[in-house]
């Protein structure tokens, strides 16, 4: 069974760091890409970042270009996002999504986790 | 960049109805097109891939299509369960881009 499991949030003043971490099991996963996608609350949708199974590929959203940084370690199979320079509009459930292969299309989430930005 | 325009934002229709959501691009995606079900305190359910292509478990009410800048997602016949917000996700050029959603309840 694929589960993604994503730990790290928490309360952070403005200007703080904080790092998100998503736990995979139950597939290969460095074959597949990931990417993490954030939800305000109330509010849509907003993807953040990808990166492809072999870290060669990496993009993000203008939103966060310069303030976030993705990786993972496919020995651990775990995906991260260090988000520094953090704003109140940071505040958002942060989730870890599997990238099917098509499309660019996330067949599998995870939870998510809360992240506060406030002072 | 690229603009991806989702409507209604919201809807309201009768079980048994067919329900239409679309996106619109400002340029052409190929097929690069997405569309999630979000329910209410539940994370997003991936529904359709590459424009038409039903993921596997979806119910075959949920259809998919368009090509280019115009895509359309169709629910043949509403049931109660569809109660969901449905978002768009297009590709392009190095981009990830959500539509803004479609709430949809039941009238």
Do not use: H
């Given at each position: 069974e694929v589960q993604l499991v994503e730990s790290g949030g928490g309360l952070v003043q403005p200007g703080g760091s904080l790092r998100?971490?998503?736990?995979?099991?139950?597939?290969?996963?460095?074959?597949?890409?990931?990417?993490?996608?954030?939800?305000?609350?109330?509010?849509?949708?907003?993807?953040?970042?990808?990166?492809?199974?072999?870290?060669s590929v990496i993009y993000y959203a203008d939103s966060v270009r310069g303030r976030f940084t993705i990786s993972r370690d496919n020995a651990k199979n775990s995906l991260y996002l260090q988000m520094n320079s953090l704003r109140d509009e940071d505040t958002a459930v942060?989730?870890?999504?599997?990238?099917?292969?098509?499309?660019?299309?996330?067949?599998?989430?995870?939870?998510?986790?809360?992240v506060t930005v406030s002072s | 960049d690229?603009?991806?325009?989702?409507?209604?934002?919201?809807?309201?229709?009768?079980?048994?109805?067919?329900?239409?959501?679309?996106?619109?691009?400002?340029q052409g995606i190929s097929n690069y097109l997405v569309w999630y079900q979000q329910k209410p305190g539940k994370v997003p359910k991936l529904l359709i891939y590459a424009a038409s292509t039903l993921q596997s478990g979806v119910p075959s009410r949920f259809s998919g299509s368009g090509s280019g800048t115009d895509?359309?997602?169709?629910?043949?016949?509403?049931?109660?369960?569809?109660?969901?917000?449905?978002?768009?996700?297009?590709?392009?050029?190095?981009?990830?881009?959500?539509?803004?959603?479609?709430?949809?309840?039941?009238?």
């Open positions: 998100l971490s998503c736990a995979a099991s139950g597939f290969t996963f460095s074959t597949y890409a990931m990417n993490w996608v954030r939800q305000a609350p109330g509010k849509g949708l907003e993807w953040l970042s990808y990166i492809n199974g072999g870290s942060y989730y870890c999504a599997r990238d099917c292969g098509d499309s660019y299309a996330n067949d599998y989430w995870g939870q998510g986790t809360l | 690229i603009q991806m325009t989702q409507s209604p934002s919201s809807l309201s229709a009768s079980i048994g109805d067919r329900v239409t959501i679309t996106c619109r691009a400002s895509f359309t997602l169709t629910i043949s016949s509403l049931q109660p369960e569809d109660v969901a917000t449905y978002y768009c996700q297009m590709y392009n050029s190095a981009l990830i881009t959500f539509g803004q959603g479609t709430r949809l309840e039941i009238k």
